[in-house]
T-cell receptor, first 115, second 107 residues
Framework: DAGITQSPRHKVTETGTPVTLRCHQT?????MYWYRQDPGHGLRLIHY???????DKGEVSDGYSVSRSKTEDFLLTLESATSSQTSVYFC??????????????FGPGTRLTVL | DAKTTQPNSMESNEEEPVHLPCNHS???????IHWYRQLPSQGPEYVIH???SNVNNRMASLAIAEDRKSSTLILHRATLRDAAVYYC????????FGTGTSLTVIP
């Protein structure tokens, strides 16, 4: 299995509080991604990173920010959590040198509940 | 990136072949077709990918229509461990997962 960990694995927080989710990889893959998964929507891309300090927005980026100061870590921050951000969050990594098809490896997920 | 259409759910008997269809009628010539699956309470995992020709690996086969507007993931002998949600993705710049097909395997 690809070395991807997510922390915390579960979190309950209140509306209006800041939340940071961490994705850590030991594969030295350059690309990293954050997705959210909600019933009826499948997985949707929030933000992605093509390298240290190189990030961009995905399909559902409003209300989220990211940072990548090291190859191995990709942080997702909810500046002021809302109930609509209750979801399961998945981190993924990929190695662009492996080919143009860009196989992604996923972490175990973080279940976030915003009350 | 082209969107894909899949049936919401399918059933299969254990040890029988399963054909999971996917329509991607707006696919471009250089878009790869990916299949991922997600077991309960886990992140998605890669199954197979292809561009134009049919592909085989240890997990499955991928049959791509000649016009590339559809493809079929083939599990040759379904096992109970194959019960999962299967996602068909047309990839150019980003992965759009959609809601996938939930496969139930009947013992």
């Amino acid at each position: 299995d690809a070395g991807i960990t997510q922390s915390p694995r579960h979190k309950v927080t209140e509306t209006g509080t800041p939340v940071t989710l961490r994705c850590h990889q030991t594969e030295n893959h350059r690309y990293m991604y954050w997705y959210r998964q909600d019933p009826g929507h499948g997985l949707r891309l929030i933000h992605y990173s093509y390298g240290v300090k190189d990030t961009d927005k995905g399909e559902v980026s409003d209300g989220y920010s990211v940072s990548r100061s090291k190859t191995e870590d990709f942080l997702l921050t909810l500046e002021s959590a809302t109930s609509s951000q209750t979801s399961v969050y998945f981190c993924a990594i990929s190695d662009p040198t492996s080919g143009p098809y860009n196989e992604q490896f996923f972490g175990p997920g973080t279940r976030l509940t915003v009350l | 990136d082209a969107k894909t259409t899949q049936p919401n759910s399918m059933e299969s008997n254990e040890e029988e072949p399963v054909h999971l269809p996917c329509n991607h009628s707006t696919i471009s010539g250089t878009d790869y077709i990916h299949w991922y699956r997600q077991l309960p309470s886990q992140g998605p995992e890669y199954v197979i990918h292809g561009l134009t020709s049919n592909v085989n690996n240890r997990m499955a086969s991928l049959a791509i229509a000649e016009d590339r507007k559809s493809s079929t993931l083939i599990l040759h002998r379904a096992t109970l461990r194959d019960a999962a949600v299967y996602y068909c993705i047309s990839y150019r710049n980003q992965f759009y997962f959609g809601t996938g097909t939930s496969l139930t395997v009947i013992p």
